[in-house]
């Protein structure tokens, strides 16, 4: 299921029907998913444009409790989809957060960029993760190209966060 969702988004084929299909065969079998299927099947309903809102709601509660499992990459993905989606999943937001937090340093500047821009996007509080990025974030500033810099800067003016040092920082690199 989540290879043929990927596959259709990632070709950019519109495929109503099969995405149909696969959200109504997938829901009940999402447990037997691996972290990386989750987080694919998320992204492919998001890029595709399908509203699935029950299927997303499932993932999120199949993925809950296995965020421990995803690597960065499907942890950025997963983000990225659900906020794309315009999927409201607070709670899930929450737990990506608490678990992507310890793992900042392992994130390219791209995954800082695209997480901020998720968690701003999806209107979810969180404080302890955009301090952490900017935390994060700071010293790497030389790695992130003018769109990383932009989605960030965005991100953290739409949360209403103050970064004064941060944003400071990004000020005297450009």
Do not use: C, M, Y
Not at 4 to 33: C, N, P, Y
Not at 46 to 56: C, N, P, T, V
Not at 146 to 160: E, L, M, R
Request: aromatic share 12%; proline share 1%.
């Amino acid at each position: 299921f989540a290879n043929t969702a990927w596959a259709f988004a990632k070709a950019g084929i519109d495929a109503h029907e099969l995405f149909g299909a696969i959200a109504d065969a997938a829901q009940s079998r999402l447990v037997e998913f691996k972290a990386q299927e989750l987080a694919n099947t998320a992204w492919a309903f998001a890029k595709a444009g399908i509203d699935a809102r029950e299927l997303f709601g499932a993932i999120a509660d199949a993925a809950r409790s296995r965020l421990g499992e995803f690597d960065v990459q499907n942890l950025v993905n997963t983000a990225w989809a659900f906020a794309t989606a315009r999927v409201e999943a607070h709670e899930f937001f929450s737990a990506i957060a608490v678990t992507a937090r310890p793992q900042l340093s392992q994130f390219s500047s791209q995954a800082i960029a695209n997480t901020a821009w998720a968690f701003a996007t999806a209107r979810v509080e969180a404080h302890e993760l955009f301090n952490a990025i900017a935390v994060t974030a700071r010293p790497r500033l030389n790695e992130f190209d003018s769109q990383a810099i932009a989605n960030t800067v965005w991100a953290f003016a739409t949360a209403g966060l103050e970064a004064r040092n941060f944003f400071n920082a990004i000020a005297d690199t450009a």
